[in-house]
């Protein structure tokens, strides 16, 4: 494989010379405007014939490349450089076969015995086209590695960034910090900081980020106990939604009478789901049916319009189980109208964990939700950021087994205490020489 240089004063001159000197198998590698015509760059295999008319023009000189211009990938690694006869190769073979599919080729004129042999030992000598999936496989390790060599600068980007923060503005760095300890997420930890008053002690800094945090936490006005009406409980599995629909339905009792509280269970997956909520109703003294689908629940609603409260409780389903679409199918189709739905979460959850589940049930619009297992928990502002970041209000929280009394109504500023508090047990009494120790205190 050669490569020669054609100049002209247009295009179209510079392929002419292309296909008188080369013929039709010549390979165009690329194109160069000069200051006094254009550069082409062709590829070719075996030695043209001698052409008489283009002998003498071939021993003019080629005109100088214009200083400063930058020069070809061919003159910098060399005409027989492995990287660009590989590449040549591969144009080669896919022009001569869109050639052949197009077009008749060109009769190329008889050569001498002697040039003919010359060829025929110049290509026995060339090296074999390598397979194309080796250099697929090639190509997706280079894109690999640098894929790999980007995820490393940005890294190292991030950081330089962060020390440059940390000297910059070292009290914000501080503030970050603690408060990603804290549980807060590195989004909402970096937008509540920024709102820091200047010339501020740490202090008075950290109090007033605890009292904005608290001011983000939306709470309900009018709890469920308050307003009544009919409310479905969902949630994964084992997050709690029997027990806490057992301290609303006693709590609800206590207030309006037994006998003005309904349970429904649509829970046909658990063994034994029906008789754990039934012994509830009873030990409560209120009504409880089962409903298999859509229809029977409608039923069961119509049969309890009467009563002030009315819980649905349903069955525990990961973000990713097939089986809670059907679920939420289920509670969609219902005729009843003004359903209020409460999702119930650990508050012991990973963060990632409970986005991903508030996704998954915001198919149906959520009223609020219910964080559970709060004495459980080292870490409190995981669900304080999922609460915040996905403007999703939170109506109670349980803090134990017991029915009724471990269920509360929400509330953010006992909400950001405790965190505070959780906080100041279980990461600063391990932190030595730390000068704030008294700063998580309740607000």
Known sequence: MKIRRFYGKDMREALKQVKDELGDDAVIM??????????????????PAVNPKRAESNLTPAPKRRAGSTPTLSEIIGDSGPDSLRALLEKQIQAKESAHQVSQPVAQPTKPQNVTSQSQRQTQAQPQVPNVSHQQ?????????????RNVLQFQV????????????????YLTNKLQKMGISEALANEVVSYTPAD???????????????????????NLLTKGGIAVLMGPTGTGKTTTVAKLAAQAAQKYGAENVGLITIDSYRIAAYEQISTYARIIGCSVKKAQNAEELSDLLFQFRNKRLILIDTAGFGQRDVRLIKQLETLKQSTTANISSYLVMQANSQYQVMQQTIAAYKQISLQGCIFTKIDECYSLGEAISAAIEHKLSVSFITDGQKVPEDLKVADAKFLITSAAKLYKKHVLIHTSGNSLNNAAVAV
């Open 137 to 149: 496989d090639a190509l997706n390790e280079m894109r690999q590695e640098l894929a790999s060599l």
């Open 158 to 173: 991030a950081g330089l960034l962060q020390q440059d923060k940390g000297r910059n503005h070292p009290l914000h760095g």
């Open 200 to 222: 501020t002690d740490e202090r008075q800094a950290w109090l007033f980020l605890l009292k904005l945090l608290a001011n983000r936490i939306q709470t309900e006005e009018s």
């Open 30 to 47: 690329s194109n160069k405007k000069l200051s006094n015509g254009v550069e082409i760059v062709a590829a070719y295999d075996k030695e």
